[in-house]
């Protein structure tokens, strides 16, 4: 007997098999629909009809606010407790002893995630340039993907660092949640200044503040500034920081 039956399948063979698997939970998936788009366009219907936006800082930090805070709620929210309840009930256990590399399972979820936040946040873009009348061109679509994909990474990277460091599915539904609050707290209303000019600055300068720093200065049409520069320096250290956390933490087991 050979030991040809005891061979690897092809690497491109097992990433496209999970690709595909990660793919159809995700799309089916209700929660992840409500986090990633329901959520952010629901924001947009319901602050485009009163003076909420100017509150904002306009029109277009609104816009920037939505995808911010569905990107927040789907990689914070959404990723980390669905790999926790995978990695409760054994299903991350039970792909590492299929013949894909283990570095693949996680991949594929990654790459899922973030294709499925790009596609939110162009549904998003799209409907908030409907409901305020926007014009924006081709550039600023293509910036505002790549500024969502940079998002995407540093909350799923945060998610990646808490599933990391806390194993227990329920902890981390309940600190994820106040992540979420904290978050948008500081990056929202210290950004409009409510907390004081001290908190202003620092609330520029979290994920949530950077991020829609950085929305709507490409959507409003500035010109690039040295702080967008550093503010996607920011965001870079922020996924290169909690990644390694996630990464170095990470246990495939419960207990």
Not at 59 to 78: D, H, K, N, P, V
Not at 110 to 118: C, E, G, M, R, S
Request: proline residues 3%.
């Amino acid at each position: 007997m050979t030991d040809t039956a005891f061979r690897r399948p092809p690497l491109g063979l097992a990433v496209r098999a999970l690709l595909r698997a990660d793919a159809i939970v995700l799309t089916r998936s209700r929660i992840a629909t409500v986090l990633s788009l329901a959520l952010p366009v629901a924001i947009l219907i319901v602050t485009s009809f009163n003076k909420a936006a100017t509150k904002l800082g306009g029109s277009y930090l609104e816009i920037g606010l939505a995808i911010t805070l569905g990107l927040l709620a789907s990689c914070l929210l959404g990723y980390s407790l669905g790999l926790a309840r995978d990695r409760e009930t054994g299903v991350l256990q039970r792909l590492r002893v299929t013949p894909a590399p283990t570095w693949t399972i996680m991949t594929s979820r990654i790459v899922v995630q973030l294709a499925t936040n790009l596609i939110s946040s162009l549904i998003v873009l799209i409907v908030g340039v409907i409901l305020h009348g926007l014009t924006p061109t081709f550039g600023q679509y293509v910036l505002v993907l790549l500024i969502a994909l940079v998002g995407a990474a540093v909350f799923l990277s945060i998610g990646q660092a808490l599933v990391g460091l806390v194993v227990s599915t329920g902890a981390i539904n309940a600190i994820g949640r106040i992540l979420f609050i904290l978050l948008v707290l500081v990056g929202l209303l210290g950004g409009t200044g409510v907390l004081g000019d001290t908190m202003k600055s620092i609330a520029q300068w979290t994920p949530v503040g950077a991020l829609m720093t950085l929305f709507g200065d490409v959507l409003g049409g500035s010109a690039w500034s040295d702080t967008d520069t550093y503010l996607l320096l920011a965001c870079g250290g922020y996924v290169v920081v909690f990644a390694f956390i996630g990464i170095r933490w990470f246990r495939w087991e419960s207990r």
